[in-house]
């Protein structure tokens, strides 16, 4: 499997595990919500430290656009680990969601082709993303 391919996994898993807390009735399954986060948080991490210093230097406006997004990204994922109120909850990975959908397209839509020949398997020889790492634009 190429890297391109592991990433954009990645978006459909987490998207499908978001519209799954999105559209439950009664407390959200903590489990998956902590999935979640960490799920997002070593995503954008993979991307901010190996791939996007990969990229060519003609892309560095649309890094500059994404790396934006995953600050929004990661200010909505801090507070939804901090609020315990469901429907403010649900309301935040509502929000998320529809900021995922465009941001997944807009790097698959062509920053991912950069990757299509690395395997995937580099990607486990990346250490594991500190606990209190943060991304670039927080």
């Known amino acids: ?3 391109r391919y592991h990433m954009m996994y990645d978006h459909q898993k987490t998207d499908d595990l978001i519209s799954s807390i999105v559209s439950s009735v009664g407390k959200p399954d903590m ?3 902590s999935n979640i986060v960490t799920m997002l948080k070593n995503h954008i991490y993979l ?3 190996l791939l996007f210093p990969m990229l060519p230097k003609e892309l560095e406006d649309e890094v500059e656009y994404l ?3 995953h600050g929004e ?3 909505i994922l801090v507070k939804i680990e901090k609020d315990d109120n469901d429907q403010r909850i649900r309301g935040l ?3 998320l969601l529809g900021l995922l959908i465009e941001h997944n397209s807009y790097e ?3 920053i ?3 990757y299509e020949s690395l395997e995937s398997g580099m990607l486990e020889k990346v250490p594991a993303r500190p606990r209190d790492w943060k991304c670039r634009m927080q």
């Open 1 to 3: 499997m190429d890297v």
């Open 31 to 33: 489990d998956i919500i």
């Open 47 to 49: 991307e901010e430290t």
């Open 67 to 69: 790396e934006k997004e």
């Open 73 to 75: 990204i990661f200010r």
């Open 93 to 95: 990975f509502s929000d």
């Open 108 to 110: 698959e839509s062509f």
């Open 112 to 114: 991912y082709d950069s």
